[in-house]
């Protein structure tokens, strides 16, 4: 198909395109600067030139599942597994605060060390302490009760990435164990509780054809996230998928630029995976669409144990460092880094 400036226009009006038309304007090479600058206008109608800044708290890199991709997977027997207690969250919180975060995001494993009534125990610890913070969990998928007792104790935001929206490419990424029915219900429990929630997907993942990726956007349609969190595959040695290659950063950008034109009022992350790949990755995805940031509150001396995949950046920063190397970088893309709690700009919500 042969695709124009038009479409692009079509795409920012609609918020829709065909699927045909979603597919090869994910395949054009020569639309790349019209998309991204259409993209940049519907960010900047709607959130200005702001960048929204999460503190990640990767409290533990113990996990049950063994998704291939992962370098965190049940079966990687050289990862070396840490958790973080509950002093050791508060402490990166404090320390975040102080660098002007107001939304912590505490990430880990399917780790059940942590049960409902700990992570329930954090939780409150957290919103007693910090009570102009946002709360954010991404602890994978557990029954809706736990969700809701998360929420009742101060949690407000939710991220589980669905990783792909179709069953059969599901299949190929997770053993058996793990069902896409079942993370697609945990997100629409998370919505019905009333977190903002956010979903996502890795762009280049092995096995994903371009069919996939409409999938993923169509699904996105339905669920009506707050916030959605895309990067690239990036492999990592210790799993079955060393072998398969990263996913490319034009793909990448452009998925960011269509996200936006789809979903104008979404809090799109400019990932860590994306500044992996490429040393100006954030810097780019920023300038195709996305308007959040999230630098590493971890302690330094586990940040190099949460590998996901390999050469992650930021493991040897400390907190205050990686604020500041952000901030620079988010101005030199044309933007301002704000300190507010950075809620999801809905109309009706
Ligand atoms: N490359 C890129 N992203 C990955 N994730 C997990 N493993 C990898 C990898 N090898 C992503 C998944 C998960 C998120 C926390 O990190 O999408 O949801
Ligand atoms: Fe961490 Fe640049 S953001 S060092």
Same mark, same amino acid.
């Given at each position: 198909?042969?695709?124009?400036?038009?479409?692009?226009?079509?795409?920012?009006?609609?918020?829709?395109?065909?699927?045909?038309?979603?597919?090869?304007?994910?395949?054009?090479?020569?639309?790349?600067? %019209?998309?991204?600058?259409?993209?940049? =206008?519907?960010?900047? /109608?709607? @959130?200005? +030139? #702001?960048?929204?800044? &999460?503190? *990640?708290?990767?409290?533990?890199?113990?996990?049950?599942?063994?998704?291939?991709?992962?370098?965190?997977?049940?079966?990687?027997?050289?990862?070396?597994?840490?958790?973080?207690?509950?002093?050791?969250?508060?402490?990166?919180?404090?320390?975040?605060?102080?660098?002007?975060?107001?939304?912590?995001?505490?990430?880990?494993?399917?780790?059940?060390?942590?049960?409902?009534?700990?992570?329930?125990?954090?939780?409150?610890?957290?919103?007693?302490?910090?009570?102009?913070?946002?709360?954010? %969990?991404?602890?994978?998928?557990?029954? =809706?009760?736990?969700? /809701?007792? @998360?929420? +009742? #104790?101060?949690?407000? &935001?939710? *991220?589980?990435?669905?990783?792909?929206?179709?069953?059969?490419?599901?299949?190929?990424?997770?053993?058996?164990?793990?069902?896409?029915?079942?993370?697609?219900?945990?997100?629409?429990?998370?919505?019905?509780?009333?977190?903002?929630?956010?979903?996502?997907?890795?762009?280049?993942?092995?096995?994903?054809?371009?069919?996939?990726?409409?999938?993923?956007?169509?699904?996105?349609?339905?669920?009506?996230?707050?916030?959605?969190?895309?990067?690239?595959?990036?492999?990592?040695?210790?799993?079955?998928?060393?072998?398969?290659?990263?996913?490319?950063?034009?793909?990448?950008?452009?998925?960011?630029?269509?996200? &936006?034109?789809?979903?104008?009022?979404?809090?799109?992350?400019?990932?860590?995976?994306?500044?992996?790949?490429?040393?100006?990755?954030?810097?780019?995805?920023?300038?195709?669409?996305?308007?959040?940031?999230?630098?590493?509150?971890?302690?330094?001396?586990?940040?190099?144990?949460?590998?996901?995949?390999?050469?992650?950046?930021?493991?040897?920063?400390?907190?205050?460092?990686?604020?500041?190397?952000?901030?620079?970088?988010?101005?030199?893309?044309?933007?301002?880094?704000?300190?507010?709690?950075?809620?999801?700009?809905?109309?009706?919500?």
């Amino acid at each position: 198909m042969n695709l124009s400036k038009e479409h692009i226009t079509a795409l920012a009006a609609e918020r829709d395109l065909s699927t045909s038309e979603l597919m090869s304007l994910l395949q054009a090479e020569g639309l790349d600067s %019209l998309l991204f600058s259409a993209a940049d =206008k519907v960010r900047r /109608q709607i @959130y200005g +030139d #702001a960048v929204y800044v &999460r503190g *990640l708290i990767e409290f533990t890199n113990c996990c049950k599942n063994n998704c291939y991709y992962c370098g965190i997977r049940r079966d990687n027997q050289s990862a070396t597994r840490y958790r973080l207690e509950q002093d050791d969250i508060l402490a990166c919180c404090a320390e975040g605060y102080e660098l002007g975060f107001r939304t912590f995001v505490l990430q880990g494993g399917e780790d059940s060390y942590y049960t409902d009534a700990k992570i329930c125990g954090i939780v409150s610890a957290i919103r007693n302490r910090f009570p102009d913070c946002a709360i954010t %969990l991404s602890i994978g998928e557990r029954p =809706k009760d736990s969700y /809701q007792a @998360y929420f +009742d #104790a101060g949690a407000n &935001r939710y *991220l589980l990435r669905h990783e792909t929206a179709d069953p059969a490419h599901y299949r190929k990424l997770h053993p058996e164990a793990m069902s896409l029915q079942n993370r697609k219900e945990c997100l629409f429990h998370l919505k019905e509780i009333g977190y903002q929630v956010g979903s996502g997907f890795m762009v280049g993942s092995p096995y994903q054809t371009l069919d996939n990726l409409v999938a993923d956007l169509r699904f996105l349609q339905q669920l009506q996230p707050d916030m959605i969190g895309i990067g690239p595959y990036i492999p990592h040695n210790e799993t079955p998928f060393s072998k398969f290659e990263r996913g490319s950063l034009s793909l990448t950008l452009r998925l960011i630029a269509v996200l &936006r034109l789809m979903f104008p009022y979404a809090l799109i992350p400019a990932t860590t995976a994306l500044g992996t790949i490429h040393p100006q990755g954030r810097e780019l995805g920023l300038q195709a669409g996305a308007n959040v940031v999230m630098p590493n509150l971890s302690p330094v001396k586990v940040r190099k144990l949460y590998e996901l995949y390999e050469n992650k950046i930021c493991t040897g920063e400390e907190a205050a460092q990686c604020r500041g190397c952000l901030e620079r970088r988010v101005e030199s893309a044309g933007y301002q880094i704000v300190t507010s709690i950075g809620n999801v700009k809905k109309p009706n919500s």
